[in-house]
């Protein structure tokens, strides 16, 4: 089974801080995704990348930069964070054949910044 | 990208079928559709992906008309579990990310 794991379920953090979320998928997908979730907005995409190195914008990249140094691992950066950015994150991952195909999520990661 | 429409929720009772339409009036012909499912708390996960016609599996079946304006998840026989969130993207073939709309929300009571 692909396993798609995210370094925190919850967090907590304070405005102004620099937070890194971290994800981690185990079956060599070469496309890696974050989204931010919340009520009412459905699950909208903020970065995306298919391969490492590289990074492309999603729908609401403002407030966040992405890092892929290692295949396996795609990071998300909240470079000074802000009570708005407070939602749930969640990290995908996808085979490249065919990239919008089949995504596999993780669990989740709920953040709020106070 | 085709723009879809689902009900924002249904209700339904344990036991029986359930079927939830999308309407994706614009899709465009390499377009395939896609529903996924998402409980409290989890990620969304993909239950299936149809063209046209007919498309089944262990969780459900897909139903696409000739026209492909619309499709019909159907889900048989529902229990307490599948209270969740469904989705129905359309998606295209190629590097165009998914767009994930606001979903509908089933409710199953006992």
């Known amino acids: 089974d692909v396993k798609v794991t995210q370094s925190s379920r919850y967090l907590v953090k304070r405005t102004g801080e620099k937070v890194f979320l971290e994800c981690v998928q185990d079956m060599d997908h070469e496309n890696m995704f974050w989204y931010r979730q919340d009520p009412g907005l459905g699950l909208r995409l903020i970065y995306f990348?298919?391969?490492?190195?590289?990074?492309e914008k999603g729908d609401i990249p403002e407030g966040y930069s992405v890092s892929r140094e290692k295949k396996e691992r795609f990071s998300l950066i909240l470079e000074s964070a802000s009570t708005n950015q407070t939602s749930m994150y969640l990290c995908a991952s996808s085979f490249r054949a065919d990239p919008f195909y089949e995504q596999y999520f993780g669990p989740g990661t709920r953040l709020t910044v106070t | 990208l085709a723009k879809t429409t689902q009900p924002i929720s249904m209700d339904s009772y344990e036991g029986q079928e359930v079927n939830i339409t999308c309407s994706h009036n614009n899709i465009a012909t390499n377009d395939y559709i896609t529903w996924y499912q998402q409980f409290p708390s989890q990620g969304p996960r993909f239950i299936i992906q149809g063209y046209k016609t007919k498309v089944t599996n262990e969780v459900a079946s897909l139903f696409i008309p000739a026209d492909r304006k619309s499709s019909t998840l159907s889900l048989p026989r529902v229990s307490l579990s599948d209270t969740a969130v469904y989705y129905c993207l359309v998606v295209p073939t190629g590097n165009t990310p998914l767009v994930f709309g606001k979903g509908t929300r089933l409710s199953v009571i006992a």
């Open positions: 990348s298919y391969d490492v190195k590289m990074k």
